[in-house]
């Protein structure tokens, strides 16, 4: 296996790692010898992950992106003990498909919007005051074709907040 120079010994923050893409960049990172802060919102998926990935794990946070109270105390705390190098954000709400013209559209994409752009607004912010010392570090949003191409039926909302994240970075 080659190992990536890039992500041997940093530490990474991955948030949505209780979920199937978190999870498999999680595994990846640490194949690549990263030392990982997962932060997820199922509790026994996060636990069965730093089983798996054993010393690889330096830190597990349950905490749902979308309680913004949660994740200004959480990442306040996270990023002043820790001096991580880099956070990837695979977060994303659970997919509801919804017309660009339905009511409840509305309500999709406040929610996308909590995760995948408020949540990410406070990580960076975070983040940031604590790496302006040393003028470095890396935040990768995890996006999708969609944003690039025709977006599929009823994914505005997904599709949109992806958009936007790509807008913040």
Not at 15 to 29: D, H, M, N, R
Not at 42 to 64: G, H, M, P, Q, Y
Not at 90 to 119: M, Q
Not at 136 to 146: K, N, R, S
Request: aromatic share 6%; proline share 2%; with cysteine.
């Amino acid at each position: 296996k080659v190992i990536s120079s890039f992500m041997l010994g940093k530490k990474i923050l991955v948030t949505g790692a209780s979920g199937i893409l978190g999870t498999t960049v999680c595994k990846q990172l640490s194949d690549e010898g990263a030392e990982l802060i997962l932060w997820g919102r199922n509790s026994e998926r996060l636990e069965e992950l730093k089983s798996t990935l054993s010393t690889a794990v330096i830190d597990v946070i349950c905490c749902d992106l979308s309680d913004e109270e949660a994740v200004k105390e959480q990442s306040k705390t996270l990023f002043l003990n820790n001096n991580i190098d880099g956070i990837i954000h695979t977060a994303a709400h659970p997919l509801n498909l919804t017309s660009a013209v339905d009511w409840n559209n509305l309500f999709e994409l406040k929610r996308h919007l909590n995760i995948g752009v408020i949540a990410l607004q406070q990580l960076v912010t975070a983040f940031m005051e604590n790496r302006l010392a040393k003028r470095d570090g890396f935040i990768i949003t995890v996006l999708t074709e969609a944003v690039f191409d025709v977006p599929p039926d009823n994914m505005s909302a997904y599709v949109a907040t992806k958009m936007a994240s790509w807008g913040l970075i």
